[in-house]
Structure formats: structure tokens, C-alpha cells
């Protein structure tokens, strides 16, 4: 059962070394092409207009009670989830930059080409598909073993701590961040709410996809 899915799968194309800056072109590629879901699914998401990401949210609320931008806020965030990773033992990687990268490239050609809904049912729709777009892509990246984006490092870090089950982490994870931000003045749609509960079961779903496909 997917949900109960513990640890990063290994398969054929997975870099042996998180510190890898020569992967074989197979690993480079399903990074690539992971993080090109996963920001499909971001974009898809904001097209929707059915709310924003959790950690979207959080950033919303703080920006609501300091004297900074969101996009400000949301780089702090980043920041201090990466030190968070220090008492976790995660380590940056190629995939760390990448996810940044390729990320921001999708959302701006999802906002850009992709037509909002006419109707709210298929806006709904359209959050749904995301959510599976981001945590299939989750998955697909975080097999290449290249180095986490910071949420999902902090994810991992907590499983290998824990050893709950991944899509418990991710879960306890985003339903605690978006709380925060609502709290502090967020705005939370139907969106966000699919998000925060399905997140984690789809990057679990993700991983057990790799893994029975490839092993």
C-alpha cells in the first residue's frame, strides 16, 4: 500500500550521491522531467483559482502582520527551512538548485498559456489534477536522488527522524503550515484545502509509480 511508503525508493537511473554534478543523462532526465510536473501542478493550481499552496498561505499571513512582500517572505521561508535541514542531516544537491529553477519556469508558462476555467466545477477539477501533477512529479524527482526542494527535504528529514510514513509527514506537514497561515490572516480556498490533504498520499503514490515501473 503506497501509503505506507517510508523511504525514497531506488531504481536503475538514481544517483548514488546526493553531491553529484555529472549524473547519468537518465537521472538528469526524470529530474528534469519530475520537476517540470511538479511545477506544472503549481501553476495548474494558481490558474484554478481555487485557493493557493499551504506554504503560499503561510507566506500570505506572515506578509499580513510584518512590514515585507510576500515574495520576501516566501524567500525567508526557504531559507529557514534549509537550516532546518541541519539537525536533519539533509544535504543540498543539484536537484536543490533545479527545483527552483524549472519550477518558477513552469508556473510562469502555466499563468501565461494555460486558459482559466469558465465554471467552478471545472475549476475543482483542475485543482485535483494539481494536486496529482505535483506530488506524481514529487516522486519522480525525489527518486533521482539529486537533492530535495526545501519542503520536501524538510519532509524526508522528518520521515528518516520519525519514521512515519511519508504521506503522514507531508501531510502533518502542510495541514500545520496552511493552520498557521490561515491564522495569521491567509487566505484559504478549496484549493488549498485539496492540497494540504493530498500531498502527501500523491508523493507517496508517486514514489510506489517509480518504483513498481522501474524496479
Not at 154 to 178: C, D, H, W, Y
Not at 186 to 213: E, Q, R
Amino acid at each position: 500500500m503506497f501509503l505506507k511508503i517510508k523511504n525514497i525508493p531506488k531504481v536503475s537511473w538514481s544517483s548514488e550521491k546526493t553531491y553529484n554534478f555529472r549524473p547519468k543523462y537518465s537521472t538528469f532526465f526524470f529530474l528534469c522531467f519530475g520537476l517540470a510536473l511538479f511545477g506544472l501542478g503549481e501553476g495548474l493550481l494558481i490558474v484554478s483559482s481555487t485557493g493557493a499552496s499551504p506554504w503560499s498561505v503561510l507566506a500570505q499571513g506572515i506578509s499580513l502582520n510584518v512590514s515585507l512582500s510576500i515574495g520576501t517572505i516566501t524567500l525567508l521561508i526557504s531559507i529557514g527551512v534549509l537550516i532546518l535541514w541541519i539537525p536533519l542531516n539533509q544535504k543540498l544537491g543539484m536537484g536543490t538548485i533545479f527545483n527552483a529553477l524549472i519550477i518558477a519556469i513552469m508556473i510562469d508558462l502555466c499563468i501565461k498559456f494555460v486558459p482559466a476555467p469558465s465554471n467552478y466545477l471545472s475549476q475543482i477539477i483542475l485543482a485535483i489534477v494539481s494536486v496529482l501533477l505535483v506530488g506524481i512529479g514529487g516522486g519522480i524527482y525525489l527518486v533521482s536522488n539529486l537533492g530535495a526542494g526545501p519542503r520536501d527535504g524538510l519532509m524526508i528529514g522528518i520521515q528518516k527522524k520519525t519514521n512515519f510514513p511519508i504521506a503522514a509527514v507531508r501531510a502533518i506537514l502542510e495541514i500545520s503550515v496552511v493552520s498557521i497561515g490561515w491564522y495569521l490572516g491567509g487566505t484559504v480556498g478549496i484549493g488549498t484545502i485539496l492540497f494540504a490533504l493530498g500531498i502527501g498520499p500523491c508523493v507517496a503514490f508517486g514514489l510506489f509509480l517509480v518504483n513498481k515501473i522501474f524496479n
